[in-house]
């Protein structure tokens, strides 16, 4: 029976926050309020709530909570042709982004390829005994002919996949 009220005081304690969290939740401080201003077809200015069907010059005004104009669209309560711009911006930026981030992967795979080419090269030149795994795991050593081929065959790649070549 001691728990009881640390249970009651934890459940009360849980409701409390819960209801502050929704109230924060439900306010809206970025709140703009959104006016149209047109000229009439006798040449008079309209200011309007809703978008005017056949105005001129239409003109969409915002308006802060606290009654101050502000910079149409960068409330919260944005216009939707601006809404539309900065998503297509905002697509726009992505796809650069990950073309960026393609390009880079290709670069860096490019430049370790270029490496082990580099690196085979080096091997091929050292001279020594040179091998190669065959498919059931066993070294089969290539003679001066097949190594001089392995050779040319890696100068060419470095030659066309590489724009630093050092041979």
Do not use: W
Request: charged share 25%; proline share 2%.
């Amino acid at each position: 029976m001691v728990c009881t009220p640390r249970i009651n005081t934890a459940a009360k304690l849980l409701i409390s926050i819960s209801t502050v969290c929704m109230l924060v939740l439900t306010m809206n401080v970025g709140y703009a309020i959104e006016v149209y201003k047109s000229i009439g077809v006798h040449g008079e200015i309209k200011y309007s709530q809703y978008p005017p069907k056949n105005g001129k010059n239409i003109e969409i005004l915002e308006f802060r909570n606290d009654g101050r104009q502000t910079n149409t669209g960068q409330m919260a309560g944005k216009t939707e042709a601006n809404q539309n711009k900065n998503t297509q911006n905002a697509e726009e930026q992505r796809v650069a982004q990950l073309e960026a981030r393609i390009k880079d992967q290709e670069a860096q795979a490019n430049t370790q390829r270029c490496q082990s080419l580099r690196n085979n090269l080096t091997n091929l030149n050292v001279g020594g005994r040179i091998y190669e795994m065959d498919a059931s795991g066993k070294r089969e050593y290539l003679d001066s002919r097949e190594i001089e081929l392995k050779r040319e065959r890696v100068q060419q790649a470095l030659s066309q996949y590489c724009k630093d070549t050092t041979t």
